[in-house]
């Protein structure tokens, strides 16, 4: 028996649609000019519910049908945050409010997959969009902001190098009610 031991680097993700996603680019663009870093391709823009890491194909269908018992409802996210982890260098947007359903969510999807020996985080949950890598304090100026997101599903996503850097692709959607 010849077994596959190709791996895939994947995450659970809230996937902006085009209009939140063109709202991302354009704000960063008019609250940060004088902001140096990397910034992120606009079509890998996203909120991490779960970074997975390389799995096997077994283990990636493990997590589908478990992503999929994963119940919950649509909400409205506010991203009208802006911030700097300072130790990773990153700039990120996110809201200052997290919504119940949110948190339900990340709870319920991290309890499912612990099924397939996936391990949550110790960490709290701090929902974002990272914006730029290697990027140095910015002041607390830079808001006057808001973004609103109806939140409807959330994604399977694998991250694929390639010769022009890392993409991300969707894999996966999972309806919210």
């Not at 140096?36 to 096997?56: D, E």
């Not at 077994?58 to 945050?81: I, N, P, R, W, Y």
Request: proline share 5%.
């Amino acid at each position: 028996m010849n077994i596959s031991l190709k791996t895939r680097r994947l995450f659970f993700a809230l996937w902006p649609g085009e209009h939140v996603r063109h709202s991302i680019i354009e704000t960063l663009s008019r609250v940060s000019p004088q902001i140096k870093g990397r910034v992120m391709q606009p079509h890998n823009l996203h909120i991490t519910l779960h970074f997975i890491g390389q799995v096997s194909a077994e283990v990636k269908a493990c997590m589908h049908e478990a992503a999929q018992t994963v119940s919950g409802e649509s909400f409205s996210l506010d991203l009208d945050d802006l911030g700097h982890f300072s130790r990773a260098k990153i700039l990120w947007m996110g809201p200052s409010t997290l919504p119940a359903e949110l948190i339900r969510l990340h709870d319920k999807l991290g309890e499912a997959l612990s099924r397939c020996g996936y391990q949550c985080d110790k960490l709290a949950y701090s929902p974002h969009v990272t914006l730029m890598r290697k990027c140095k304090k910015i002041g607390r100026e830079q808001q006057g902001f808001s973004i609103p997101w109806t939140v409807n599903e959330f994604v399977l996503v694998e991250s694929v190098q390639d010769v022009s850097g890392v993409k991300y692709r969707v894999i996966e959607q999972y309806p919210l009610s």
